[in-house]
């Protein structure tokens, strides 16, 4: 599980946090990654909105020779946690 506290008001939010990920690297430097199941990130990892957003589901990568991202998908749900803790 995985608690989120606002410090602020006091208000908390505990969720599971269970998944895996998977990254593979290509002789050329790309590559790709995938994160599957259920966890937090401090920004989406789709649209890069800030807030803490809470995945269900799986989010996958792609990445150039340089590290650059080139392509972001997700299958699932991202919901932003900051709403929830601000009341």
Do not use: M
């Not at 920004?43 to 392509?71: F, H």
């Amino acid at each position: 599980t995985v608690t989120l506290t606002n410090l602020d008001t006091a208000k908390s939010v505990t969720l599971p946090a269970t998944g895996s990920f998977q990254l593979r690297l290509n002789p050329d430097g790309s590559g790709s990654g995938k994160v599957t199941g259920h966890g937090a990130w401090l920004s989406n990892p789709v649209t890069g909105e800030p807030g803490i957003w809470y995945q269900s589901g799986q989010v996958t990568a792609t990445l150039d020779e340089e590290g650059n991202t080139t392509s972001v998908s997700n299958a699932g749900k991202l919901v932003d946690l900051c709403l929830q803790l601000a009341a």
